[in-house]
Antibody
């Protein structure tokens, strides 16, 4: 079964770029599925950041679209997330998730990685 | 933009039935997914496409979707069911949307 593991810097300075990686193991080709990034600020609800599927098609949350980019590295079975011009409001736990197809529900989640934006 | 509204909290007596609602305009036309999140853990999918349970999810968990309200029902509630629950849909204008979450307390 597919397993996901997020990684990246735990601390990012304001105005800089947040870069995270999600390593995918098990489950065959990474291009089979839809992959989303979801974040959760302390004590708050879940916020969808965006998703990537097939060989690189993307959809982004309209509220973050101008700052987000996602990519897939099939050779490494990794997903990446970049969020530019971060502020304290971007401090959150970031999860990568898997969907079997576009509207099937996120059936696999990584454990999440905490990112703090602070100088 | 599309919005989903959940009650902030729901309480249920041990062994009784809990119902958590998710209200959205004409939500019956959408596939609703439900997630359970316990403190310090990642969310877990408990219901997908309105009524389907992933493998490993107890039969006590069920879902329904009608008109403007989708409902997650937890029968014979246990202390281990205490968690935050989120509904989620896909909408053409806003893509993936989560409800605000409901904290379930088992008394």
């Amino acid at each position: 079964q597919v397993q996901l593991q997020e990684s990246g810097p735990g601390l990012v300075k304001p105005s800089e770029t947040l870069s995270l990686t999600c390593s995918v193991s098990g489950g065959g080709s990474i291009t089979r599925y839809y992959w989303s990034w979801v974040r959760q600020s302390a004590g708050k609800g879940l916020e969808w950041i965006g998703r990537i599927y097939l060989s690189g098609s993307t959809n982004y949350n309209p509220s973050l679209k101008s700052r987000v980019s996602m990519s897939i590295d099939t050779s490494k079975s990794q997903l990446s997330l970049k969020l530019t011009s971060v502020t304290a409001a971007d401090t959150a736990v970031y999860y990568c998730t898997k969907c079997d197809y576009g509207d099937s529900g996120m059936d696999v989640w990584g454990q999440g990685t905490t990112v703090t934006v602070s100088s | 933009s599309y919005e989903l509204t959940q009650p902030l909290s729901v309480s249920v007596a041990l062994g009784q039935t809990a119902m958590i609602t998710c209200v959205g305009n004409n939500i019956r036309t959408k596939n609703v997914h439900w997630y359970q999140q316990k403190p310090g853990q990642a969310p877990v999918l408990v219901i997908y496409r309105d009524t389907n349970r992933p493998s490993g999810i107890p039969e006590r968990f069920s879902g329904s979707n009608s008109e403007n309200t989708a409902t997650l029902t937890i029968s014979r509630a246990q202390v281990g069911d205490e968690a935050d629950y989120y509904c989620q849909v896909w909408d053409a204008s806003t893509e993936v949307i989560f409800g605000g979450g409901t904290k379930l307390t088992v008394l």
